[in-house]
C-alpha cells in the first residue's frame, strides 16, 4: 500500500496538489488487539483540538491536528473489520456518510 501511495504522490499527472498519507495499525490478527487500536486511533483524533488547554503563559497552545481521514481499510479477517467499523461507526462526523468499501 505504501508503494503505491509513493506511486501516486510522486506523480503530479494523477492527483495535482494533492498529497495521499497513511497510517497503518496492525490488529495482529486478534479482534482485542483491533478494538484497543481504533479507541487510540479515534482518542487521538478527538483530543488533538486544543480547546480545553491553556498554556501557563494563558496563551493557546499550537497543536499538529491530524490530517482529515477519509478513509478506513479494514483487516483481513471479516470479524475484525465488523468489530472496527462498529467502533468508528460510533465517532462519524455529523452529516457526512458512512459508505462501506467491502
Same mark, same amino acid.
Not at 26 to 47: G, K
Not at 50 to 56: E, H, I, L
Given at each position: 500500500?505504501?508503494?503505491?501511495?509513493?506511486?501516486? !504522490?510522486? /506523480?503530479? !499527472?494523477?492527483?495535482?496538489?494533492?498529497?495521499?498519507?497513511?497510517?497503518?495499525?496492525?490488529? +495482529? #490478527?486478534?479482534?482485542?488487539?483491533?478494538? *484497543?487500536? #481504533?479507541?487510540?486511533?479515534?482518542?487521538?483524533?478527538? *483530543?488533538?483540538?486544543? #480547546? /480545553?488547554?491553556? +498554556?501557563? /503563559?494563558?496563551?493557546?497552545?499550537?497543536?499538529?491536528?491530524?490530517?482529515?481521514?477519509?478513509?478506513?481499510?479494514?483487516?483481513?479477517?471479516? #470479524?475484525?473489520?465488523?468489530?472496527?467499523?462498529?467502533?468508528?461507526?460510533?465517532?462519524?462526523? *455529523?452529516?457526512? *456518510?458512512?459508505?462501506?468499501?467491502?
Amino acid at each position: 500500500m505504501l508503494f503505491a501511495l509513493d506511486r501516486i !504522490n510522486n /506523480d503530479h !499527472n494523477l492527483l495535482p496538489n494533492i498529497t495521499l498519507g497513511a497510517r497503518i495499525l496492525d490488529t +495482529c #490478527s486478534r479482534d482485542t488487539h483491533a478494538l *484497543e487500536q #481504533s479507541l487510540t486511533f479515534v482518542q487521538a483524533l478527538i *483530543e488533538k483540538d486544543g #480547546s /480545553d488547554v491553556k +498554556c501557563r /503563559d494563558g496563551g493557546s497552545p499550537i497543536i499538529t491536528k491530524p490530517e482529515r481521514v477519509v478513509g478506513v481499510i479494514g483487516a483481513s479477517s471479516s #470479524s475484525v473489520s465488523i468489530m472496527v467499523a462498529n467502533i468508528l461507526r460510533l465517532f462519524k462526523p *455529523e452529516g457526512q *456518510e458512512i459508505i462501506p468499501l467491502f
